[in-house]
């Protein structure tokens, strides 16, 4: 069964809010802890940029009736690289840039969201992530579950501050 635009907005929605003010309450000791061989800054960085450089990308191109691709990312194969790029590219912003362009960027993609009709999130998409075609429905829950993963990840550092999701 799919998940209908409203579901989605509402998990998402909650998703968002939920990172946004857990984050927000990490100090700059908490940020600069390791996770998993990046810091907890360096995660967050990674979720902006995959949000920014990838999702959007996608979901802009997608919806004007482009074809769809991501420079320096064709495959899954080049996933690993294309995303370490991207965090490299903004984890030396302060946590609070990088937390205010997360809270700008995953709201543009709920206001697309928002915008759109059921059959408007059936249209064909593709991410270089996935191994079969998708849909426009498929980018934006992808994009609500990569807020708890990323949030889980930067749990590790604060786990007192953050409950488990």
């Known amino acids: 069964m799919k998940p209908t635009k409203e579901q989605i907005r509402e998990f998402y929605g ?4 939920r990172c946004l003010d857990t984050f927000t309450q990490l100090d700059d000791r908490e940020w ?24 959007m990308v996608l979901t802009r191109q997608v919806l004007a009736g482009e074809a ?18 991207t965090m490299k590219e903004f984890r030396d912003k302060p946590t609070s840039e990088l937390l205010q362009m997360m809270k700008e960027t995953f709201e543009e993609h709920l206001k697309i969201l928002d915008g759109l009709s059921e059959s408007d999130l059936d249209k064909p998409a593709l991410s270089p992530t996935w191994d079969r075609q998708g849909t426009v429905r498929d980018l ?5 579950l990569f807020l708890p993963g990323q949030y889980q990840e930067i749990r590790k550092v604060a786990k007192r501050k953050m409950p488990h999701w």
């Open 68 to 85: 769809q691709h991501v420079e320096g990312f064709d495959n899954r194969e080049q996933m690993t690289a294309f995303r370490e790029a």
């Open 14 to 17: 909650q998703a968002l809010k």
């Open 140 to 144: 934006f829950f992808a994009s609500y």
């Open 32 to 55: 600069g802890k390791r996770v998993n061989g990046w810091t907890a800054k360096e995660t967050l960085a990674h979720l902006v940029g995959t949000h920014l450089k990838e999702t």
